[in-house]
């Protein structure tokens, strides 16, 4: 099993940036894709974005197209979530995600997603 912990969130201004990471221990990250995705109180969770186990696929959100970037360093086993021209509605519980797929799998899916972190409070101010 893969345990995964955030880390990284604060409270910054609108229109800066934040870097979110996702460490993994337990396996390998190699072996799992990655998702990220955020909660707002009183909200569902929605999607933000996601890559696949060898780093070549991803996908975003269109929330956050342009403005975020997903990546990963496997030999470090973490997962990255680049945040730059943060807005307010960028604030949010963000959560990072894994699973076991094929090399090049992604998903925006929670229900494809087995193993799941605490969560790290991003907060925009305005």
């Known amino acids: 099993q893969v345990q995964l912990v955030e880390s990284g969130g604060r409270l910054v201004q609108a229109g800066g940036s934040l870097r979110l990471s996702c460490a993994a221990s337990g396996r390998t990250l190699s072996d799992y894709y990655v998702g990220w995705f955020r909660q707002v109180p009183g909200k569902e969770r929605e999607f933000v974005a996601t890559?696949?186990?060898?780093?070549?696929?991803?996908y975003y959100a269109d929330s956050v197209k342009g403005r975020f970037a997903i990546s990963r360093d496997n030999v470090k086993n973490i997962a990255y979530l680049q945040m730059n021209s943060l807005k307010p509605e960028d604030t949010a519980v963000y959560y990072c995600?894994?699973?076991?797929?094929?090399?090049?799998?992604?998903?925006?899916?929670?229900?494809?997603?087995?193993?799941w972190g605490q969560g790290t409070q991003v907060t925009v101010s305005s």
């Open positions: 995600a894994g699973n076991g797929g094929s090399a090049y799998f992604t998903s925006k899916y929670e229900y494809d997603y087995t193993h």
């Open positions: 890559i696949s186990a060898n780093g070549v696929s991803t």
